[in-house]
């Protein structure tokens, strides 16, 4: 299995970033070739300055992320929710990224062509609300965005593992958490 790690927390330091390296180890034990991009390592400007309407140059690190993503056959997401949604850079990652043409293609009527059909996906999504909390009070909203509006409206097919009140968890739950991981990549690796 190709898979490409996407982790979408700006900070390489976070429990996001330990989270990914636990389920990249596991995948890789398990025989999946593994590609990673870091959204904060890249350099990018993350406005989609003319929406759909006017060419924009992507940058080298864009073009190569849209590479990944034709490449990969199942794609892992990881990111926080923050104020209900996503990082802002991870947002942007989306709207540069995932552009008509490439992830889908509008028809004269009806829906879309699903261009990145036949992959899977996973979201690991980190939270420091409790996860009755996100679906009740938030309706779901950081998850329901990326899971339908975004990666399935271009054809992915996606699973959701959830962490959440990540800020009061113990080191014994983290040590859980990462544990986790390994059963999360494993089982998304299955031959």
């Known amino acids: 299995m190709r898979t490409l790690v996407i982790i979408g927390h700006p900070n390489p330091n976070s429990f996001c970033h ?5 389920y990249i180890d596991a995948g890789r034990t398990s025989g999946a070739e593994i590609r990673v991009l870091d959204l904060s390592t890249l350099r990018f400007d993350p406005s989609l300055r003319n929406g759909f309407q006017g060419a924009q140059d992507l940058e080298s690190e864009l073009q190569e992320a849209q590479a990944l993503l034709k490449w990969c056959s199942h794609l892992c997401l990881i990111y926080p929710v923050w104020w209900g949604s996503t990082p802002a850079v991870l947002k942007g ?10 992830a889908f293609k509008y028809r004269p009527s009806g829906l879309p062509d699903k ?24 309706r779901d909203a950081a998850i329901h965005s990326v899971k ?3 990666l399935a409206f271009c054809g ?3 699973r959701v593992s959830r962490v959440d009140n ?3 968890s113990s080191p014994g739950k983290r040590t859980q958490w990462l544990n986790r991981m390994t059963s ?3 089982q998304d690796h299955r031959h």
Do not use: C, E, N
């Open 148 to 150: 339908h509006s975004t």
């Open 166 to 168: 990540v800020r009061q």
């Open 156 to 158: 992915f097919k996606v």
């Open 93 to 102: 990652f989306f709207d540069r990224v995932l552009l008509p043409g490439f």
């Open 18 to 22: 330990a989270l990914a390296q636990q």
């Open 115 to 138: 261009l990145l059909a036949g992959r899977s996906a996973r979201l690991i999504v980190t939270s420091d609300s409790p996860t009755w909390y996100l679906k009740w009070m938030m």
């Open 184 to 186: 999360v990549a494993l």
